[in-house]
């Protein structure tokens, strides 16, 4: 596969003053490619095997950035010479499967070259601290695994639970930024074909734990671990000839106070979502 991007932008603004943008004309153009192939190891297991090659041309903002992002309350600036970001990767695939036990694992590690980043330069302007679009070569590795098991005789009851994690590290050593965390989500959900007045239904309750962040750079801060309960349930129901939908959901059910690691509004000590009730309820006519 061979890829081209091209940019060409027009210069904005005064010199030396925020909000100055310089012209800009910069292409870039990359090879790359992938290998995979799937063995069966057993009757039961599989693996898959899989090399790949890919790139990501800078944006607009990481080239040309220059003025407070309000999003943020950052003030960011680009870097017109950055180059390509250019990777390999390797991932491996293991599945399990019986009739009523599913098993997998996926990890993967993947090398980045000038591998694109925001970082704090010490300096402030209007009181936000400055940050500068930089490169580095560096490495991400992590996974996921889990498992799906729906017993005999009780088909209708199914136990899922995945665990997720990955690490970034510069060719030095140190941590990378805005890493999310690891995690665990457990989740016990029923399907009956007829379930009171609803029918292919459903009900589910899950429980999403993330761990503690403290793989962090110099601008970040230590994020705590905390734990999200979620259900809901939904099915189908007929009024004449027209068949509705009807789903129930809802999200932080005890209404826990938690920050995510990668939350833009963490360094203001802004809480994410609290409670969230959903009701959906769809028909075609």
């Known amino acids: ?150 017993p005999h005789p009780i088909d209708w009851l199914h136990l899922e639970s995945t665990f997720a994690m990955v690490r970034g590290e510069k060719q030095n050593g140190e941590d990378l930024p805005l890493i999310p965390a690891a995690s665990i989500t457990n989740t016990l959900r029923t399907e009956f074909e007829k379930m009171i007045l609803l029918s292919n239904s459903y009900a589910f309750v899950s429980t999403k734990s993330v761990f503690d962040q403290e793989h962090i750079t110099d601008f970040e801060t230590r994020t705590p671990g905390y734990t999200l309960l979620s259900a809901g349930l939904g099915g189908e129901f007929n009024i004449s000839a027209l068949k509705f939908n009807l789903n129930i959901s809802a999200n932080n059910l005890l209404n826990k106070s938690y920050i995510s690691h990668l939350s833009r509004l963490k360094p203001d000590g802004i809480q994410d979502r609290g409670r969230n009730i959903t009701l959906s309820l769809q028909t075609t006519l």
């Open 1 to 150: 596969r061979f890829d081209a991007r091209s940019i060409d932008s027009k210069e904005m603004g005064t010199v030396n003053e925020e909000g100055y943008f310089a012209a800009l004309n910069r292409n870039f153009t990359s090879y790359n490619g992938a290998l995979g192939a799937k063995f069966d190891l057993f009757t039961n297991l599989s693996s898959r095997i899989n090399l790949a090659t890919g790139f990501r041309a800078p944006n607009l903002a990481e080239l040309t950035s220059n003025g407070t992002h309000e999003g943020t309350n950052r003030y960011e600036i680009g870097n017109p010479e950055l180059k390509n970001e250019q990777n390999f990767q390797l991932d491996i695939a293991f599945e399990f499967k019986s009739e009523h036990l599913e098993l997998f694992a996926n990890p993967f590690y993947n090398n980045i070259s000038n591998y694109i980043y925001i970082s704090p330069n010490g300096e402030f302007v209007d009181g936000n601290p400055v940050f500068d679009y930089v490169q580095s070569n560096v490495k991400l590795y992590g996974g996921e695994a889990g498992l799906h098991l729906h």
